[in-house]
C-alpha cells in the first residue's frame, strides 16, 4: 500500500505495454517491408520471364500448333525456375465469360526451394480458379486495368508453404493480353529473420525498461516518496505527543510538498 510501490508498479506496467506496443509496430513495420522488397524482386523475375513466352502463340499453343516453339519455350521455363529459386512458374488462359475457370499452358515446377510437394498441372488442363481473389485479379490483368497483381500467403497450410505470387500480363505484339503469367516464390525468410528480430527488440525493451524504472523509481523516491513520508510521520507523531519536534526544512525541491514540510513546522 505504499506510494513508492504504487508508483513503481505503474511505471513497469506502462513501460511493458510500451514494449508490447513496440513489438507489434515493429513486426508490422518490418512485415510490410520484406513485402514491398519482395513484391518488387519478385515483379522483376516475373517480369523477365513475360520475355520467354511468345504471347502471339498462345492461341495457337491451345489449338495444338506450333508445338515445337512450346517444346522450346517449355525447356527455358524450366531451367528458369529452377535457376531462379522460385516454387512455381506457371502461364494460364482465363475464360474471360467469368474468370472462374482457367486452361494451363506452361507449369514449371521446382520442389527443392522450399520442400513443397506440387505437381506440375498438364498442358490444356482446365481448372477452376483458385477463389474470388484470384478470380478478381486475373481479371484486372486481362481487362487491362493492372500491370501487375500480388497475392500474399504469409501463413502455410497443410498445402502449401508461406509465399507471395505475383502475376502479371503476357501481350501478343499488338499489345493485347493474351494470358497470365503467375510465379510463385516461398517467403520462410520472413519467418526466419523476424523471429531473431522480435527477440533483439523485446528483449532491448525489457533491458532498457527495468534500467528505466529503476531509475526513475529512485528519483522519485529521493525527490517525492521520502520528502512525503517525513511530511506524513512528523504529522503522526505530532498528533500522538502535542510536542514540537525537529523542523522539516526544505525537503523537497517542489514548491507543494516545501509549502507542506513548513505548514507542518
Known sequence: NSIAAGIVSIIVISLLVFGVVVSIIANLVFTNTFKNVYADTTYHIADTATALVNGDNIDEYIAGREMEDY????GFLDRYCKRIHV????VIKPDTT???TFISIFNAVDNTVDNSTYRPWEFGHRRD?????YRLKYKAIFEEESEQEIVYRLVGSATYHPHITMLVPVKRS???????LCVQRPINEI??????????VATSVMILSVL???NISTIIRNRFVEPVKKVSSEAMRFAKENTVGEPLGSISPYNELSNLALSID
Open 174 to 180: 499488338s499489345g493485347e493480353v493474351t494470358a497470365i
Open 212 to 214: 528505466l524504472a529503476y
Open 71 to 74: 517444346l522450346r519455350t517449355k
Open 191 to 200: 519467418t526466419a529473420t523476424i523471429r531473431p528480430y522480435l527477440i533483439t
Open 87 to 90: 516454387s512455381l512458374i506457371y
Open 129 to 133: 480458379t483458385t477463389n474470388e481473389e
Open 98 to 100: 467469368d474468370y472462374a
